[in-house]
């Protein structure tokens, strides 16, 4: 974990928020090539959910909403933590995971703890400017709610009929006690959520397809499948809405953790908004002539976990040449750099015909220039970030019209005509 920590600092993929102030516990921050892979993981997700079918539409719900969607959720009620705090170092902990020997974990003394309380996880707000109970209202602790509640207004006017879906990236909020892990868990997250909509009498069998199917996405996109599974939770693991609830967990560093969970939400969250909002939020089947509210099945995934995840799975080091080569083996789909273009060195008939290469490929492809250092040097950069080709050019190339392109994982190389670079790595290269 300590590698992908400094590599990801080092190298521009995440540092540490509000850094120059000494930072802000459990906030990260994307940096050029961090910002990058994030929005491949998510594009790769919303192609797959959203782009690919033709039974699945998109939302972007506002962050701030009704504070009633929240009393309806449960969330005011019931989203809580059990605290207690350590009466000689005053720090803070979840009761539940507190050791066994009772001891603090922060200063080791024994029995020292308060009567566990009732945290709610919600961050409070105000809306206008009065400060009082009035304008009271939360950054949301979760995407899903925000479809929920327009769920009407898009069957109507997507013309969708159960089983469909609504799908939706957007930040979320949570006050962490006890956060870690690196990006992991932290209190500003994104989610990737799907909300789908099936008949009452169906729910089970797509709850069983989207585990499939969820589990089919993570190793297509190149977890390996000893580094994955999937874990059903026990009946006293479920919550009070949920008729059955399985995690997709990857085997991280300190151990197996959720990476993205899929729950079989029931009738629960459309019966309590139609409640507290006096809509009907009921589903008319015309062609078997019943009226009914639509089960939900939500695969709700993480963006942050995702791009870790990904990054960890991806990290390797191997020996060449009696020096070790660290490399990102990432699907080319999430690679944050596509093609680096290379000219051999700076020299002045070199650069040209370098960047007018790096010119053809940039509305094709993202990528980077680099004629900075030895190309050895330039190579072993990008294998550590993750670029899948380098494309090379030498002075043979003011000749023969024609580059060498360099594959990262097998290091192979091949001479390509630069008339025909951008197809070469277009047919390499997919979206």
């Known amino acids: 974990m300590d590698r992908i920590v400094n590599l990801a600092k080092r190298r521009g993929f995440v540092f540490p928020s509000s850094e120059i102030y000494g930072g802000f516990r459990s906030t990260w ?19 797959a959910m959203v782009q690919n079918r033709d039974d699945v539409v998109g939302l972007d719900a506002a962050i701030l909403m009704a504070p009633k969607v929240w009393e309806a959720s449960g969330h005011v009620a019931t989203f809580t933590d059990p605290l207690v705090d350590c009466k000689n170092c005053k720090e803070r902990f979840r009761e539940d995971q507190l050791p066994a020997s009772g001891a603090c974990p922060n200063c080791g003394a024994k029995d020292s703890f308060t009567d566990a309380r009732n945290f709610n996880l919600m961050f409070k707000t105000y809306v206008g400017p009065v400060e009082d109970d009035a304008s009271v209202a939360f950054l949301r602790p979760e995407t899903a709610q925000g479809i929920f509640v327009n769920f009407a207004s898009v069957q109507t006017t997507s013309r969708k009929k159960p089983p469909f879906g609504i799908a939706q990236i957007g930040k979320a909020f949570r006050n962490e006690i006890t956060p870690g892990n690196f990006t992991f868990r932290t209190r500003v997250f994104e989610q990737m959520e799907l909300e789908y909509f099936v008949p009452p009498d169906e729910g089970q069998r797509w709850f069983e397809y989207w585990c499939e199917e969820r589990m089919r996405w993570y190793l297509d996109h190149g977890i390996p499948s000893d580094m994955l599974k999937l874990r059903q939770h026990d009946p006293d693991e479920l919550s009070h809405y949920s008729t059955g609830t399985a995690d997709i967990e990857f085997l991280y560093p300190w151990g197996w953790g959720e990476l993205e969970g899929i729950a079989n939400r029931t009738d629960f969250d459309l019966t309590k908004h139609g409640e ?145 670079l951008v197809s070469y790595l277009g047919d390499r290269l997919p979206r």
């Open 276 to 420: 507290f909002s006096g809509k009907d939020l009921s589903y008319f089947d015309q062609e078997n002539n019943r009226r009914y509210v639509p089960h939900v099945i939500e695969p709700s995934a993480g963006a942050d976990r995702g791009t870790l995840a990904f990054l960890l799975a991806a990290y390797s080091e191997e020996e060449v040449r009696g020096e070790k080569r660290v490399l990102l083996r990432l699907d080319p789909r999430l690679a944050p750099i596509k093609v680096a273009v290379l000219p051999l060195s700076k020299h002045e008939k070199l650069s040209p015909v370098a960047r007018d290469v790096a010119g053809a490929l940039r509305p094709v492809f993202q990528i980077d220039y680099d004629e900075a250092g030895a190309i050895g040097r330039r190579y072993r950069r990008h294998d550590e970030i993750g670029t899948p080709y380098c494309v090379t050019v030498d002075f043979d190339s003011l000749d023969d019209k024609a580059v060498t392109v360099r594959e990262r994982d097998s290091m192979a190389q091949e001479r390509v005509s630069i008339d025909q």
């Open 29 to 47: 921050d994307y940096g050029p090539l961090g910002v990058l892979l994030k929005r491949n993981v998510k594009e790769a997700w919303w192609r």
